[in-house]
T-cell receptor, first 113, second 112 residues
Framework: NAGVTQTPKFQVLKTGQSMTLQCAQD?????MSWYRQDPGMGLRLIHY???????DQGEVPNGYNVSRSTTEDFPLRLLSAAPSQTSVYFC????????????FGSGTRLTVV | QQQVKQSPQSLIVQKGGISIINCAYE??????FPWYQQFPGKGPALLIA???DVSEKKEGRFTISFNKSAKQFSLHIMDSQPGDSATYFC???????????WGAGTKLIIKP
């Protein structure tokens, strides 16, 4: 099925560990983004990309890195996990054009202990 | 000026009633206003969207009302059903900017 695939669905990390959250889309969308969702705080943009090789910071980029080597993939790296990064992470993509909505993945629930 | 303020934070409605969620914005450059629906354990999904050249858009039981002069837009869910219980987010964007500015979300519970 076409869409946005996120892996893993659940992850527990120890403080200081690093890991990569994977995101892949098969809709040839130009725009991809990473959000974190915390209770009562809605969706906060971490990083985004408007095409392969182009990335930029969002609202809450500290502690995270991204790269976009292909149109399909947009991994999010946690450099040194902290308890404050415990959250649900969503990847989303959007095609070009004014009337396209975002397609979200099903999320990764990350716990840092 | 970039904020989108959403209210209420939570809402309980009886089955068959009308659910109303409101959003307000400041940036007059916004020209695309979507609503997303999120069920527990899932990512948000686009529900309905409107552009400021119309005052209302209806899709089934879901209607967006848009008031350009007041810089407000709202989601109305008619004949609310228990299956509508979810968190709803409003958002806004401008021009060719891909980024959405999100409201904080409304948790809607429909009581049977």
């Amino acid at each position: 099925n076409a869409g946005v695939t996120q892996t893993p669905k659940f992850q527990v990390l120890k403080t200081g560990q690093s890991m990569t959250l994977q995101c892949a889309q098969d809709m040839n969308h130009e725009y991809m983004s990473w959000y974190r969702q915390d209770p009562g705080m809605g969706l906060r943009l971490i990083h985004y990309s408007v095409g392969a090789g182009i990335t930029d910071q969002g609202e809450v980029p500290n502690g995270y890195n991204v790269s976009r080597s292909t149109t399909e993939d947009f991994p999010l790296r946690l450099l040194s996990a902290a308890p404050s990064q415990t959250s649900v992470y969503f990847c989303a993509s959007r095609g070009a054009g004014a009337n396209y909505g975002y397609t979200f993945g099903s999320g990764t629930r990350l716990t840092v202990v | 000026q970039q904020q989108v303020k959403q209210s209420p934070q939570s809402l309980i409605v009886q089955k068959g009633g009308i659910s109303i969620i409101n959003c307000a914005y400041e940036n007059t450059a916004f020209d695309y206003f979507p609503w997303y629906q999120q069920f527990p354990g899932k990512g948000p999904a686009l529900l309905i969207a409107i552009r400021p050249d119309v005052s209302e858009k209806k899709e089934g039981r879901f209607t967006i009302s848009f008031n350009k002069s007041a810089k407000q837009f709202s989601l109305h869910i008619m004949d609310s059903q228990p299956g509508d219980s979810a968190t709803y987010f409003c958002a806004a964007s401008s021009g060719s900017n891909y980024q959405l500015i999100w409201g904080a979300g409304t948790k809607l519970i429909i009581k049977p």
